[in-house]
């Protein structure tokens, strides 16, 4: 059974750090794509950012870019996003998901989501 | 802002057919993909591609794509398919980068 079990959230002030984490069971992590996506609360769904299954290509939306860092340790099964110099517009649920690889987006697997906010 | 665009809530009755649309100029590129959420839960993907079924959704959710438009449509909707329903597809400026339309409320009455 494929599961995304997402961790690290927490309570951050404005411009401080986080880093979340991901730990992928169930299927072979190397050879899939892999992404944040996040949602503010009451609010929809954004993507945050992209990697690929060797980690060689990763994309970050320009709301993020510049702050956040995308990574993946394919030893360990695990997805990371470190987070500096956070604002409070990035308080939202982050959702690690699993991505078909294909030109376009196509996410089959997604995590519960961890709780990041930021306030001081 | 999201470069697709969908309505906001749409209602449908019980057993009836509703169609669910995302316009962008993105979809004329790349095929949209379509996820459900219920409240304090994850996103489920439905649809993805052409129109393609995860294993395990109901044969009643469809998609289809024409131009700058993709839709899912939903043939006798049974009230646990109220829900938030977002489409996806990468953005238009051909960098691979992802982007979310800013979802539908589908109420099922």
């Known amino acids: 059974e494929v599961q995304l079990v997402e961790s690290g959230g927490g309570l951050v002030q404005p411009g401080g750090s986080l880093r979340v984490s991901c730990a992928a069971s169930?299927?072979?992590?190397?050879?899939?794509?892999m992404n944040w996506v996040r949602q503010a609360p009451g609010k929809g769904l954004e993507w945050v950012s992209y990697i690929s299954s060797s980690g060689s290509t990763i994309y970050y939306a320009d709301s993020v870019k510049g702050r956040f860092t995308i990574s993946r340790d394919n030893a360990k099964n695990s997805l990371y996003l470190q987070m500096n110099s956070l604002r409070a517009e990035d308080t939202a649920v982050y959702y690690c998901a699993r991505d078909l690889g294909s030109t376009s987006c196509y996410f089959d697997y997604w995590g519960q989501g961890t709780l990041v906010t930021v306030s001081s | 802002s999201s470069e697709l665009t969908q309505d906001p809530a749409v209602s449908v009755a019980l057993g009836q057919t509703v169609r669910i649309t995302c316009q962008g100029e993105s979809l004329r590129s790349y095929y949209a993909s379509w996820y459900q959420q219920k409240p304090g839960q994850a996103p489920i993907l439905v649809i993805y591609?052409?129109?393609n079924r995860p294993s395990g959704i109901p044969d009643r959710f469809s998609g289809s794509s024409s131009g700058n438009t993709a839709s899912l449509t939903i043939t006798g909707a049974q009230a646990e398919d109220e829900a938030d329903y977002y489409c996806n597809s990468r953005d238009s400026s051909g960098n691979h980068l992802g982007v979310f339309g800013g979802g539908t409320k589908l109420t099922v009455l």
């Open positions: 169930g299927f072979t992590f190397s050879s899939y794509e």
């Open positions: 591609g052409k129109n």
